[in-house]
């Protein structure tokens, strides 16, 4: 299976700033199908991007995801007080599917 | 309106069995895949199972095979998971996701927990 790993596993910043959140894959990812998504506490997950860079319904544009092959980006680039979550990257090209250990933003 | 709702979790003890299920309605369930995917408490996802929208083809994580068997059935639009041999591991929220082949997960239930204690 596609081991996922996410860097780095906390990252303290403030609102207005930038994150950079990064998920290496241990295969290449068929047909850039990694996806991202954001989860608050006592919530399901929420698809934010697909296929590696497209945002999902009603994303807001702050957020963008890059990269293809092994090596992925997700950006948000000026972080708003409900964007402080953990985050996770999805496989889905190759089964069994699987998930990056997640990325926690806090606030600084 | 796309509902997943999960039901059939609760405590069971080390060894035992438990019968997942999810009962799905505001899509076309027959032209979906399903999955289970689980979230062990303070922990990250784990895709767990999943079946293809006629139910020929089943996947399964390392962690589960062999113990765990999904399943549906379509003309009550509902998924379900087997567990057996269950495990204190096997603690988690677990969820019933959707998606079209080759694509993203697309709608989550709101999750049942599953507790392996003595």
């Known amino acids: 299976e596609i081991v996922l790993t996410q860097s780095p596993g906390t990252l303290s910043l403030s609102p207005g700033e930038r994150a950079t959140l990064s998920c290496r894959a241990s295969?290449?990812?068929?047909?850039?199908?990694l996806a991202w998504y954001q989860q608050k506490p006592g919530q399901a997950p929420r698809l934010l991007i697909y296929?590696?860079?497209s945002r999902a319904s009603g994303i807001p544009d702050r957020f963008s995801g890059s990269g293809s092959g092994t090596d992925f980006t997700l950006t948000i680039s000026r972080l708003e007080p409900e964007d402080f979550a953990v985050y996770y990257c999805h496989q889905y090209g190759r089964s069994p599917r699987t998930f990056g250990q997640g990325t926690k933003v806090e606030i600084k | 309106e796309v509902q997943l709702v999960e039901s059939g979790g609760g405590l069971v003890q080390p060894g035992g069995s438990l019968r997942l299920s999810c009962s799905a309605s505001?899509?076309?369930?027959?032209?979906?895949?399903m999955h289970w995917v689980r979230q062990a408490p303070g922990k990250g996802l784990e895709y767990v199972s999943g079946i293809s929208s006629d139910g020929g083809g089943t996947t399964y994580a390392d962690s589960v095979k062999g113990r765990f068997t999904i399943s549906r059935d379509n003309s009550k639009s509902t998924l379900y998971l087997q567990m057996s041999s269950l495990r204190a591991e096997d603690t988690a929220v677990y969820y019933c996701?959707?998606?079209?082949?080759?694509?993203?997960?697309?709608?989550w239930g709101q999750g049942t927990l599953v507790t392996v204690s003595s």
């Open positions: 505001g899509f076309t369930f027959s032209s979906y895949s």
């Open positions: 295969q290449s990812v068929s047909s850039s199908s």
């Open positions: 996701v959707n998606s079209m082949v080759g694509a993203p997960f697309d709608y």
């Open positions: 296929g590696a860079s």
